[in-house]
T-cell receptor, first 111, second 114 residues
């Protein structure tokens, strides 16, 4: 079983829609969780960290569910510029240096 | 500007010819890491370094070497490249206190081994 798994999508949504997707992780001792955005094979860029209590950054909301071992990302009021691949990243238990990534969820926002 | 710089951006080489991909960061970060990205497999960690002279294997270290002689530099060495090392490579760094800030990535090196 992979450390971190994501639904690859693609999620095709109209502008203004809400889209949400999850990422599951296998190591119950993981402590750090992140969402990255990657455009067309460019470098991943940190979108947001995911905190235990959940957190919001503008139109983006991230949640952590430790019991079921998944994190989620919700994008409200989707913009064309939100079209990208979203990668989740999870550290490997107490090893802070080892960050494992999911293969990514592709989101396409259409006009 | 705070950044991670990789060179070269693109490289085509032949099987068996040793090569080095350089990585440098100007943020005084302790942690540095190399990843490769392949379609359908996502980012996989090759090696990581916790500080100068301290490195450890990631998930796919075979065929690669690294060194960390200076804090800012973390080169990736392919002693004898093979076609299965054709991939997109990313270097990344993170500060000691940056647990909740994740890694900052370089722009990537697209390597083709023929």
């Amino acid at each position: 079983r992979k450390e971190v798994e994501q639904d690859p999508g693609p999620f095709n949504v109209p502008e203004g829609a809400t889209v949400a997707f999850n990422c599951t992780y296998s190591n119950s001792a993981s402590q750090s969780f992140f969402w990255y955005r990657q455009d067309c094979r460019k470098e991943p860029k940190l979108l947001m960290s995911v905190y235990s209590s959940g957190n919001e950054d503008g139109r983006f909301t991230a949640q952590l569910n430790r019991a079921s071992q998944y994190i989620s990302l919700l994008i409200r009021d989707s913009k064309l510029s939100d079209s990208a691949t979203y990668l989740c990243a999870v550290n490997e238990g107490w090893n802070d240096y080892k960050l494992s990534f999911g293969a990514g969820t592709t989101v396409t926002v259409r006009a | 500007e705070a950044q991670v710089t990789q060179n070269p951006r693109y490289l085509i080489t032949v099987t068996g010819k040793k090569l080095t991909v350089t990585c440098s960061q100007n943020m005084n970060h302790e942690y540095m890491s190399w990843y490769r990205q392949d379609p359908g497999l996502g980012l996989r960690q090759i090696y990581y370094s916790m500080n100068v002279e301290v490195t450890d294997k990631g998930d796919v270290p075979e065929g690669y070497k690294v060194s960390r002689k200076e804090k800012r530099n973390f080169p990736l060495i392919l002693e004898s490249p093979s076609p299965n090392q054709t991939s997109l490579y990313f270097c990344a760094s993170r500060g000691l206190q940056g647990r909740n800030y994740g890694y900052t990535f370089g722009s990537g090196t697209r390597l083709t081994v023929v």
